[in-house]
């Protein structure tokens, strides 16, 4: 059973648009870190979120973690090609031992 | 950041064979982790290693099928016993650094013929 659902599992946009991704559970998590993965490589985190409301930018990226801790976003301002990637949400429900991976988010930015 | 350097990369292996997949960080770490992936999918957590105690597996994945040692601080293998072509697969092992989040190895692609 998945614990953490993202929607679109996958996602084809032109160069410059704008997209949000979305990873929603019924599940209260104390934190939650978004990664993007390449092909042959293991996922690299982006950012973690632990405060209810969070929000968090990263150049062309905006995080945001959901006021009950159950959802979080991530919004891609103009994409580029270099974002393509496998996006995954993870979240941990007691401490940041322990995470658990959403279904994935497959983005192509064609040029 | 710690570094983990995962081996083998990728195999190709007979089913009813076993392969162990080894995993070397450059810093001591408590706990270690091992994923599955299928190629373009999600990870789902196979089992936590700790220094010194028995893994802890998730559901759905038991010790005699995936076996695992955590001899020291530094080090950790996964094996896939007794293989079936289910079993092909990509698995990454990790480290948890807090706030700096789960560090990866790079994977290793297993196919089961």
């Known amino acids: 059973t998945q614990l953490l659902e993202q929607s679109p599992q996958f996602l084809s946009i032109q160069e410059g648009e704008n997209l949000t991704v979305y990873c929603n559970s019924s599940?209260?998590?104390?934190?939650l870190q978004w990664y993007r993965q390449e092909p042959g490589e293991g996922p690299v985190l982006l950012v973690t979120?632990?405060?209810?409301?969070e929000v968090k930018k990263l150049k062309r990226l905006t995080f945001q973690f959901g006021d009950a801790r159950k959802d979080s976003s991530l919004h891609i301002t103009a994409a580029q090609t270099g974002d393509t990637g496998l996006y995954l949400c993870?979240?941990?429900?007691?401490?940041?031992?322990?995470?658990?991976f959403g279904s994935g988010t497959k983005l192509n930015v064609k040029p | 950041s710690a570094v983990i350097s995962q081996k083998p990369s990728r195999d190709i292996c007979q089913r009813g064979t076993s392969l162990t997949i080894q995993c070397q960080v450059d810093?001591?770490?408590?706990?270690m982790f091992w994923y599955r992936q299928q190629p373009g999918q999600s990870l789902t957590l196979i089992a936590t290693?700790?220094?010194?105690?028995?893994?802890?597996?998730e559901s759905g994945f038991v010790i005699d099928k995936f076996p695992i040692s955590r001899p020291n601080l530094t080090f950790s293998t996964l094996t896939v016993s007794n293989m079936s072509p289910e079993d092909s697969s990509i698995y990454l092992c990790?480290?948890?650094?807090?706030?700096?989040?789960?560090?990866f190895g790079s994977g290793t692609r297993l196919t089961v013929v």
């Open positions: 979120v632990v405060t209810g409301g």
């Open positions: 990790s480290v948890e650094e807090g706030e700096e989040g789960y560090t």
């Open positions: 993870a979240g941990a429900e007691d401490n940041f031992n322990k995470f658990y």
């Open positions: 290693a700790n220094q010194g105690s028995e893994a802890t597996y």
């Open positions: 599940s209260v998590f104390s934190s």
């Open positions: 810093s001591q770490v408590t706990m």
